[in-house]
């Protein structure tokens, strides 16, 4: 059972344009989430987090929007850039779990 | 500097053989997972581990084992019972944050392939 969902596999967008990858969860304990970018044949690596308490965090070109009567979350990457092209992963975990739930990924492609 | 490091990056094995793939940390992290990630799947959760000499099962743990002797390192091993071993494998650590906030680092990966 999937507790956390990316239904876009893919995404492309121009270079300069918003790209906007969105995240949905079903388990309303959830309370902590991260994005994580990840790139062919490496590991993941850690973009931006959000706790409940908040429904907004920003860091660069990257922000985390947060709903949670939606349990939905958005990552915004503005502007799109040509090295952004990877695969992101949404996740989520339980307050002071250590276990983390992943998305199945959304590949975006910015076109030059 | 500091990081996690998996041996080898591509690892190939007959069917039927056991094998191990190493993970180590040096990030003073007292958490440390397992992953597997299929194409077109999420990460799924093999094992991991909270402390040293501690582990827990995650999702998808059969047909796998592993070990908690220090706390740098967290091998994992894919035994003969596992029925698609191939697969891209990922350890991670991570770091207690503020308000259980915790983090997770990855390693870059091992591809398994099963001949």
């Known amino acids: 059972d999937q507790q956390v969902k990316q239904n876009s596999p893919s995404l492309s967008v121009q270079e300069g344009r918003i790209s906007i990858l969105n995240c949905d969860y079903t388990?309303?304990?959830?309370?902590?989430f991260l994005w994580y970018k990840k790139y062919p044949a490496e590991g993941p690596t850690f973009l931006i987090s959000?706790?409940?308490?908040?429904d907004k965090n920003e860091d660069g070109r990257f922000t985390v929007f947060l709903n949670k009567s939606a349990k939905h979350l958005s990552l915004h990457i503005v502007p799109s850039q040509p090295g952004d092209s990877a695969v992101y992963f949404c996740?989520?975990?339980?307050?002071?779990?250590?276990?983390?739930?992943f998305g199945t990924g959304t590949s975006l492609t910015v076109i030059p | 500097d500091g990081g996690i490091t998996q041996s080898p990056k591509y690892l190939f094995r007959k069917e039927g053989q056991n094998v191990t793939l190493s993970c180590e940390q040096n990030?003073?992290?007292?958490?440390m997972y397992w992953y597997r990630q299929d194409p077109g799947q999420g990460l799924r959760l093999i094992y991991y581990?909270?402390?040293?000499?501690?582990?827990q099962k995650g999702d998808i743990a059969e047909g796998y084992s592993v070990s908690r002797e220090k706390k740098e390192s967290f091998p994992l091993t894919v035994t003969s019972a596992q029925k698609n071993p191939t697969a891209f494998y990922l350890c991670?650590?991570?770091?207690?944050?503020?308000?259980?906030?915790?983090?997770?680092?990855f390693g870059p990966g091992t591809r398994l392939t099963v001949l």
């Open positions: 990030l003073n992290h007292d958490a």
């Open positions: 388990n309303s304990m959830f309370d902590y």
């Open positions: 991670a650590s991570s770091s207690p944050g503020a308000r259980g906030t915790d983090t997770q680092y």
């Open positions: 581990s909270q402390i040293v000499n501690d582990f």
């Open positions: 959000i706790s409940s308490i908040k």
């Open positions: 996740a989520a975990s339980l307050w002071g779990g250590n276990q983390f739930y």
